[in-house]
């Protein structure tokens, strides 16, 4: 059978493709951009409440900008999120990291980017006297089990008090103010 010269190929509606191609061509949207498509049609809203496209409208949601855990599957991965979501909603956390203070503490501290800084007193009793300061690298929960703290101490020669401590950390390097 020979197809006349004349005939136009036929066109294929976007609903017609496989549901595995439309959710990897509605990842390309903005979040926004899936959610106004999840409103034209009852086809489109089944595909944009998948699991895969809901989590992308939830990460912009939580203001996540990186991808949660990218080995898990997408339905796990939007359980985590929600999870975390509602652990910040209620402040409600599980886990913490106890870091022990090997030294006399003062009342003048910082804290900053994953960096905790924690000024040095003589004595317990005269915390208001700040002679020094400590630093710590904070880890995250994930990985704080069972590990070391090194504090980091500079003690300052003299009799000079720091009267306040500020700090700021960018990539590897910390810049602390102490105004003494």
Request: charged share 20%; hydrophobic share 40%; proline share 6%.
């Amino acid at each position: 059978m020979a197809v006349a010269a004349h005939q136009t190929p036929r066109l294929m509606s976007l609903l017609h493709f496989p549901p595995e191609l439309m959710t990897r061509i509605l990842l390309y949207l903005p979040p926004l951009d899936i959610i106004s498509c999840g409103r034209t049609c009852r086809m489109l809203y089944n595909l944009c409440s998948g699991s895969t496209l809901r989590y992308v409208v939830q990460m912009e949601r939580c203001a996540v900008s990186g991808d949660l855990s990218p080995g898990l599957s997408y339905p796990e991965r939007l359980r985590m999120l929600k999870k975390w979501e509602g652990a910040w909603a209620m402040l409600n956390f599980h886990r913490s990291v106890n870091i022990p203070i090997p030294f006399n503490w003062s009342d003048r501290w910082g804290l900053t980017g994953g960096a905790f800084l924690l000024g040095t007193a003589l004595h317990r009793e005269t915390r208001q006297y700040t002679v020094g300061h400590s630093s710590v690298i904070l880890p995250s929960l994930s990985d704080a089990q069972d590990q070391k703290f090194e504090w980091k101490r500079h003690n300052f020669e003299g009799d000079s008090d720091v009267l306040q401590i500020k700090l700021a950390v960018y990539e590897h390097d910390m810049i602390a103010v102490l105004i003494a």
